[in-house]
């Protein structure tokens, strides 16, 4: 599989990833022009995505999806109560609760636990390489730890540094709401995690959905390398996802 994370943050959320029968996109939460572009870099027409995987319908995960349908025959994939939540109808959509196979293309859904009536994680796998995409999540049960062990590619939330959050500008409702198990992860929480999940299988981390306002990227970075050295894990290769820019394009 081919991945890269087209842009990832508060202002909007798209991951490209694509097999050897499929392109697709995780959220459409930037504008097309801004999409079309990052995959015109790495040499992919927009017109050539035929899935979308929806994880939850917060504006910064969706504010593109409805040009997008009108201007390709992607199919979307997303839960019934997120369909009730987007306000407009999708002409080619595939309800997505559990488990779906597509072709070369095995999808397990990772049910989180955000401020929103219903959200998906991802397990994606293919040709028995795999990749786990979670954002927007105040924890991991753990009920899916051992489903999401030794995965090649771990696309997982990084989204504040505790101290900044506390120290920084928000009102304190919401820096509780963003610390409480329907919030985001924070570095120290994301790298325990991935202590915990990734095995000798893991060449990628893509650090996700880090705050402008409550985090840092060499803190964030720092924050794992430390936790994994620790426990004594050798080092796969750690990306940092921004809001402005894609990620480069890895193949697992």
Known sequence: MLVS??????????????????????????NLKYISSKLEEIKVN?????????????????SGLKKLI????????????????????????????????????????????????????????SYEKSIVYITDTGYINVKNHNKLKNKHLYIMESNHDVNMLMKGKYPYHIKMRILGDRGHLSNKDSANYLSKFIGDNTKYIILAHLSHENNDENI??????????DKNINNPKILLATQEDRTELVEV
Request: with cysteine; glycine share 4%; proline share 0%.
């Open 70 to 125: 009108k201007d390709t025959n992607a199919c979307i994939y997303l839960t019934e109560k997120m369909y009730e939540e987007l306000g407009y109808e999708l002409n080619n959509y595939c309800f997505i609760e559990d488990k779906v196979m597509l072709d070369d293309l095995d999808v397990e859904v990772i049910k989180l636990s955000h401020d929103t009536d219903d959200i998906n994680g991802y397990i994606l796998s």
């Open 5 to 30: 994370v087209l842009a990832s943050g508060s202002k909007g959320n798209c991951t490209y990833i694509e097999t050897k029968k499929h392109k697709c996109l995780i959220d459409v939460g930037m």
């Open 46 to 62: 927009i017109s050539d995505i035929d899935i979308v995987f929806i994880t939850h319908t917060h504006i910064d995960h969706i």
């Open 220 to 229: 964030a970075l720092n924050n794992l390398i430390e936790v994994l050295n």
